[in-house]
């Protein structure tokens, strides 16, 4: 017979991680799938995992969900109501130089996850999309009802397919698929390939911190509480349609440069700073309207730079031995 669990893809990913964290500290059985990929150190992904697996209702599989075989054991051993799949390649300027990570890891594996839904009767799936599917979109702030059939990445192409995918599967299957666009994660336990991280970890060791667009850039930083929140009420939410989906940002559109200015206050050194034009692929403005996920999901980020921000440095500065290992793998 199977046992009951809810099932979390990337669950030693940034989202994923805090995601299955809240899952089992509302007591829930959480089954974490994760491949350990290195794209980043995997220092990090290893202390993620760690946390998760002191709690005995979480249980982690280490594979690949591109390998459906693999996936489909998983499945058969465990019933899930929903599926929370955050597994992807992340990254939108890795995208230019490792194309076939994101066929591969965003388009084969979510076809594998929606084909695990359907053949399991599994009633919702809730996935990762990204706010980078709004390409070169000059109307602020972005809306989920803005056309996005204009992406300038890779990355973003693929985020969009698996919106379009998913709303294949909608219509031919009949249950119920919610993706997220998320806006600028930061908080403890990020991503040590983002800005953030790069920027402390530069600053701290006396060196130049690259800036692009020369400054003139501004992003939705969305603390990773707050989109936690957001997934996590996605997932148990009724009233909900067929196929939603959410944009999940702060609802502010930040200066890169008051950014930077805040993680020097709080370290308390001054950066140099490296002034570089944009980046191909990047785009000079992210800003997230949230009304439809405020009416829908409760959606209410608290979270402003100004705490979540020190917030991150606070953590980065109580686990020494990771940032090194991080800062020697670069």
Not at 200 to 208: R, T
Not at 294 to 307: A, E, Q
Request: aromatic share 10%; hydrophobic share 40%.
């Amino acid at each position: 017979m199977k046992k009951n669990a809810i099932i979390v893809t990337g669950s030693a990913g940034f989202i994923g991680f805090h995601v299955a964290e809240k899952l089992l500290t509302e007591g829930h059985t959480v089954v974490g799938i994760d491949n350990f990929n290195n794209y980043y150190h995997t220092s990090i992904k290893d202390a993620r995992s760690e946390i998760l697996r002191r709690n005995p209702n979480f249980i982690e599989k280490r594979l690949d969900i591109a390998d459906l075989e693999e996936l489909k054991k998983v499945f058969s051993e465990y019933r899930a109501d929903v599926v929370c799949h955050l597994a992807a390649q992340a990254g939108v300027r890795y995208s230019l130089t490792n194309p076939h990570a994101y066929e591969h890891s965003n388009v084969l594996a979510f076809l594998n996850i929606l084909e695990m839904v359907r053949h399991n009767n599994i009633p919702r799936l809730v996935y990762a999309s990204s706010s980078s599917v709004y390409g070169g979109n000059t109307k602020i702030p972005f809306s989920e009802s803005d056309r996005v059939d204009n992406p300038i990445s890779l990355y973003a192409a693929s985020k969009k397919a698996n919106e379009l995918m998913a709303h294949c599967y909608t219509h031919l299957y009949g249950f119920q698929t919610i993706g997220h666009r998320f806006f600028t994660v930061y908080g403890p336990w990020g991503r040590p390939d983002m800005a953030m991280w790069l920027f402390v970890e530069a600053i701290k060791a006396g060196k130049k911190i690259k800036v692009f667009n020369f400054g003139n850039m501004k992003r939705d930083f969305t603390f990773i509480e707050d989109i936690v929140n957001g997934v996590c009420s996605s997932m148990f939410s009724p009233n909900l349609d067929k196929y939603e989906i959410f944009n999940l940002g702060n609802n502010r559109s930040e200066k890169l440069m008051d950014m930077i200015g805040i993680i020097e206050n709080h370290i308390g050194i001054k950066a140099e700073k490296e002034m570089l034009p944009m980046q191909p692929g990047d785009v000079p403005e992210s800003f997230a309207d949230i009304e439809k996920a405020h009416k829908k999901l409760g959606f209410d980020p608290r979270t402003s730079i100004t705490k979540g921000i020190p917030a991150f440095i606070d953590w980065y500065n109580k686990h020494p031995d990771l940032a090194s290992l991080v800062a020697k793998s670069r």
